[in-house]
């Protein structure tokens, strides 16, 4: 099997590294939600090597995230497991660090919700939420760009969209997350970062 390759993760990887460096600095081991292709995992478990890194999606991603894992050679970066979001039981005991990234607008509302649920369930105190992604603030785009990436997002699936960044606290808070930071990014994306109560 061939890896599978996105450029859009090549121009984030490192803004990305930059921010939750400073964020994961005492964390023992980062899940990923929806990893993807496995680029982020590969880049941040490199550069990160006090952490282990648990790169996770649904099955059908996994063989593509394993093969970036197998040929990256790195001890602290796990074979990837089958976690999707929906699943009553995640294949963890607890979580002190979490990352995500360009998942929620994918994920139907249900999702989002489940996926916090699972935070809720499974996050130790303190543990740390970064979450990558574009959103809208205030019912307002921040960008042109983010509106027709949107447009997109629906035509493909009426249940993806572009989050409100006020509805994801929302939930946050339901979750005992507290919102810490909520940094700009390139290309109109933000990282936001959570901690458990
Ligand atoms: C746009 S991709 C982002 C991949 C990668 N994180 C990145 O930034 O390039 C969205 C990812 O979310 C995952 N995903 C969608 N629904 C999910 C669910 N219910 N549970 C877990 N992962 C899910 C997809 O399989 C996919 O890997």
Redesign the pocket.
């Known amino acids: 099997m061939n890896k599978s390759f ?1 450029q ?2 090549e121009n ?1 990887k490192e803004p990305i590294l930059q921010v939750i460096k400073t964020i994961f600095l005492e964390s023992t081991t980062v899940w ?6 496995g ?2 995992a590969c880049h941040f478990a490199h550069h990160l090597p006090h952490l282990n890194w648990q790169p ?3 099955k ?2 996994l063989k593509g995230i394993d093969c970036w894992v197998e040929e990256s050679g790195l001890s602290n970066l796990k074979p990837s497991l089958a ?5 009553k039981k995640w294949p963890c005991q607890s979580i002190d660090a979490l990352f ?4 929620l ?4 509302w249900h ?1 989002v919700a ?2 916090f649920s699972g935070l809720n369930a499974y996050l130790t105190k303190n543990a740390q939420v970064c979450i ?2 574009p959103f809208k603030y205030k019912g307002q785009y921040t960008s042109e760009s983010n509106k027709q990436f949107d447009h997109w997002l629906k035509t493909r699936d009426p249940n993806s969209r572009i989050r409100d960044f006020e509805e994801i606290e929302k939930l946050a808070t339901t979750a005992n997350l507290k919102l810490k930071n909520d940094f700009s990014m390139p290309a109109n994306n933000r990282l936001l970062v959570f901690q458990k109560d």
């Open positions: 996105s859009a993760c984030n990923e939600i929806g990893s993807g292709t680029q982020h996770t999606d649904r059908e991603n976690l999707n979001v929906l699943d995500t990234a360009n998942t607008h994918i994920m139907s999702e489940c996926f990558y992604g």
